[in-house]
């Protein structure tokens, strides 16, 4: 399997005749007068035991690049040969202070070296960066090409790629089961991520580091997957990105990529981005974009059931609405939505009628100016009740507000369910990220215990349902999947047989007690 090349030569080589077409548009770039734009443009240089190639690669950058770049930074990844000092050599005979040379005291890896380069020319407030490799297969004389649609505002990144012209890459030398490899990878990746990119897995690359600046580097891989991490969150933010064709060449270089071990981690990054956005697990690369209580939306969840129950064209008040994906739903159904809950916005729901942050645990109502004198069609407690040491009080705080026919919508885990029963008779009791023990639940509710606490507390409840066990999130599959849809229909059937044993949470319908 084909990686992001880094590796080191083992004899000198000769570098072939660069692809006349290829120069010609990079040097149309490179000597427009205005072609910066005012960009502060560096290069970042990573090396690895390039002793026999940085002096070529850095001849290579023609002399208008030199031009317009403020900044050629060096960035040697602790080499075990003399290739900084080397590269120092070649900066005090340059005599140019737009060379500059960096050793880290240790081996960052591949992606640790890029990442110690990026915070580089972010600290100095440049506007893009392109990485170029030392080991001399990127050509630096198309460097041009790949900062141009950045400085011209057409990208916040580019790639360059070797595919973009289907037989460069063997006549350039790449060997077949790299090529091979390269094009499945990608097509995995294209179909996972639902991209459509030529290639993953050139090292060739541009960015704006206004959009770097964007991107949480901290626990992004040090290794060679990095590369592929940084186009997931680049792609998950709505960064445009562009490819530019680069001509390929192989020479007699030592390849440092265990090509086995990529492909797996490549496939592995992938997995593990889309088990995180889609709330099944929260991975630390990509953290970020885990949702703690995304919108549910298997037709036997509690969110299904409670844009059923609430309609249309109703006032609505979503208690513990978090960022608003509900609301959203909701107000798109035509409900005029307020919310509350204690974060500081419902960035999900621009479009609520009314916001307030308030402690639900508290006197709401006191610290909410969108209940005053208002009272709603429906109040929505859809997997709250179980974070609050003392529900009753929300409960009881609601009376007031629900209008003589307005419903009550309530949700809760059932403690009860199959899945905790096993676990305690294997004698464990294991808190997770999400699910019937949210390790932010602080109270525990059966099917019978969730009706006592809502008559106890001024209500009479109309209707109880039990929801289905999500099966997408227990297995880390989408909902969408035509197996899992199947599935999730033979299980709502046995849970409304053995509601107690199979019900995921008690959803509840109530009114005020007349």
């Known amino acids: 399997m084909n990686g992001p090349d880094m590796a080191s030569p083992s004899t000198t080589s000769a570098v072939p005749a660069l692809d006349p077409l290829y120069q010609q548009q990079s040097d149309a770039f490179a000597t427009d007068p205005a072609f910066n734009h005012g960009k502060r443009i560096g290069i970042l240089v990573v090396t690895y035991n390039a002793l026999t190639t940085i002096s070529k690669v850095l001849k290579r950058i023609p002399l208008a690049v030199w031009n317009n770049v403020e900044e050629v ?15 120092v050599g070649l900066r005090a005979l340059q005599e140019s202070p737009k060379l500059q040379v960096l050793k880290h005291p240790k081996n960052l890896g591949y992606g640790g070296n890029q990442k110690a380069g990026y915070r580089y020319f972010l600290e100095k407030n440049f506007d893009v960066v392109v990485l170029l490799h030392g080991d001399g297969q990127y050509a630096p004389e198309v460097l041009a090409s790949m900062y141009h649609p950045i400085v011209t ?46 290639e993953f897995h050139s090292g060739y690359r541009a960015y704006s580091l206004q959009a770097l600046a964007q991107i949480n580097f901290d626990y992004m891989t040090d290794d060679f997957h990095f590369d592929t991490e940084i186009i997931i969150k680049l792609n998950h933010q709505g960064f445009r990105i562009s490819e530019v064709p680069i001509p390929t060449y192989y020479g007699t270089e030592i390849c440092h990529v265990n090509g086995l071990k990529y492909a797996w981690d490549v496939l592995r990054a992938v997995r593990r ?120 009080n929300l409960l009881q705080e609601c009376l007031p507000l629900l209008r003589p026919d307005g419903r009550l919508l309530i949700s809760v885990p059932n403690i009860a369910n199959v899945t905790v029963r096993l676990m305690l008779l294997m004698g464990r009791f294991e808190y997770a990220e999400r699910g019937l023990l949210d390790r932010t639940h602080l109270r525990f509710f059966t099917r019978e215990s969730a009706r006592r606490l809502l008559t106890k507390n001024g209500y009479e409840v109309l209707r109880q349902k039990m929801t289905v066990i999500p099966l997408d999130f227990a297995i880390g599959i989408s909902s969408d999947h035509a197996l899992i849809r199947f599935l999730q229909r033979v299980l709502a059937g046995l849970t409304v047989l053995l509601p107690g044993l199979l019900g995921y949470q008690s959803f509840l319908i109530a009114r005020r007690s007349r």
């Open 73 to 87: 930074a060096v960035f040697d990844d602790a080499s075990k040969d003399e290739t900084f000092e080397l590269a």
């Open 153 to 198: 505002g057409k990208a916040d990144a580019v790639f360059g790629s070797r595919m973009m012209k289907r037989a460069d890459p063997l006549k350039g030398g790449m060997p077949l089961y790299k090529y091979v490899g390269n094009r499945i990878l990608t097509r995995l990746e294209n179909s996972a991520l639902s991209m459509d990119l030529t």
């Open 273 to 392: 981005y889309n088990r995180t956005r889609r709330s099944y697990a929260k991975y630390p690369e990509f953290q970020e974009y885990f949702v703690r209580y995304p919108v549910k939306t298997s037709p036997h969840s509690s969110h299904e059931f409670a844009k059923e129950a609430v309609g249309t064209g109703r006032d609505v008040l979503d208690v513990g609405c978090g960022e608003g994906f509900l609301a959203a739903a909701l107000q798109k159904a035509g409900n005029r939505v307020h919310g509350v809950d204690f974060l500081p916005a419902a960035k999900h729901a621009p479009g609520m009628e009314g916001y307030a942050q308030v402690d639900l645990d508290g006197h709401f109502r006191d610290g909410s100016g969108i209940t005053s004198g208002r009272t709603f069609d429906a109040i929505l407690l859809l997997d709250v009740l179980e974070h609050l040491r003392r529900p009753e």
